[in-house]
């Protein structure tokens, strides 16, 4: 029996080091795994390390049940956009546009012509402090919460009972389609609503939605997809593709809900993708720079991996891997970190312990698919002939 099914577990942006181009990126010396588990020494993680983490992170060698290595991102840019675009086979060669000052002028008078409301803050900023910053004049005129990162975002910060979700996905929609568009196509515009006070505290619900760009081409997941088989996204992959290639999107609250919700689709029976993304590692944690938050995320991954394997399938392949950095104990700023990704591979036709070394690029993932599932191969280079038995 051959690989009919890969099920791809997005560890959101759990790097593993940084990469050799990453002081232009302002990150020399970042390295989420190595870190997160330097500051929370007493954390184990004893699925992952029999998987092969440890020669992911130390190039330790080890009896490992998986194959182990690292990836090297070609985009330009550390974000899910295009960490994600290249495991498909898109290669970012120009960045997206930032906004460190703010958004122009030309940009947010556009804005606020078609949508009626005036912006309130227009500047990079942490999504809870100007949340916080805002919310009185935010209550007091109805007008949305607008701001940006260091990342190619557009977000939309609004109260449910001040902008009910209908208008705030509306105002996203004119500023996907309308507004950020040429040269001010942002990768993504985001949908940020919130509830709570400034007494009791306020929380980012789970009914944020991403309005990303297409890719520019076909990926991998296109190419399997019009072979007639499945290609599911589970959590924000949907957001991430624009919802191009998929064929089943399932929304998820939480890094949990999201690693229970790929062990029921790993126990159906069908050939294809399993496409997971665990976000709360980036937004939750990640940004906030909160490393026992981040440990004990990777704890709650590593308790659900024997679930994982106990359901896969003897045809089913297990990649796990992540799009970017975001190194929670990093002190120069609060962004994403231009890391290496981890590579863990593992399922019955794998072999174990191949050490697999620093690979040239993360669409090395989407060459492997079109190998398994005999498509075009879109960029990147397969491994799968170094770790198939």
Not at 293 to 318: R, W
Request: negative net charge; contains cysteine; proline residues 4%.
């Amino acid at each position: 029996m051959e690989i009919k099914r890969v099920i791809i577990l997005v560890l959101d942006s759990v790097g593993a080091g940084e990469a050799e181009d990453a002081i232009e990126y302002g990150d020399w010396g970042a390295n989420t795994i190595l870190h997160t588990l330097q500051y929370n020494p007493d954390l184990r993680l004893p699925n992952l390390e029999r998987l092969g983490l440890r020669g992911v992170v130390f190039n330790e060698n080890g009896n490992y049940i998986a194959s182990y290595g690292r990836l090297r991102e070609n985009s330009k840019g550390k974000d899910s956009i295009s960490g994600h675009w290249e495991m498909a086979g898109v290669i970012l060669k120009k960045a997206f546009p930032t906004y460190p000052n703010g958004f122009p002028k030309e940009v947010i008078d556009k804005f606020e012509k078609l949508t009626g409301k005036k912006v309130l803050g227009n500047k990079p900023a942490s999504g809870t402090e100007i949340i916080k910053e805002y919310y009185e004049e935010h209550k007091k005129t109805g007008n949305p919460i607008v701001y940006t990162s260091a990342d190619s975002v557009f977000q939309i910060a609004a109260h449910k009972d001040v902008i009910p979700l209908d208008e705030l996905y509306k105002m996203c929609e004119i500023a996907r389609y309308e507004v950020c568009v040429g040269e001010h196509e942002v990768a993504r515009v985001i949908a940020r609503p919130f509830i709570g006070t400034p007494e009791t505290g306020f929380i980012r619900t789970s009914e944020r939605r991403d309005y990303a760009v297409k890719p520019p081409h076909k990926t991998v997941l296109d190419l399997i997809k019009e072979k007639g088989l499945n290609v599911v996204g589970i959590g924000k992959i949907h957001d991430l593709f624009a919802g191009v290639g998929l064929t089943e999107s399932i929304h998820t609250e939480n890094n949990i809900d999201g690693l229970e919700k790929t062990i029921l689709e790993v126990s159906k029976d069908y050939e294809g993708i399993i496409f997971t993304n665990l976000v709360e590692f980036d937004a939750n944690w990640g940004h906030r720079r909160d490393f026992k938050a981040y440990g004990n995320g990777l704890k709650d991954v590593d308790n659900m991996i024997p679930a994982i394997l106990e359901k896969m399938k003897p045809y089913d392949m297990l990649i796990i891997t992540a799009d970017h950095g975001c190194d929670p104990t990093f002190k120069a700023h609060t962004d994403h970190t231009r890391e290496f990704t981890p590579l863990i591979v593992y399922g019955d036709h794998v072999k174990p312990n191949v050490n697999l070394g620093l690979r040239q690029s993360i669409a090395d993932i989407s060459a492997t698919l079109s190998q398994i599932f005999n498509v075009e191969r879109i960029n990147g280079s397969s491994f799968l002939d170094l770790i198939y038995k």
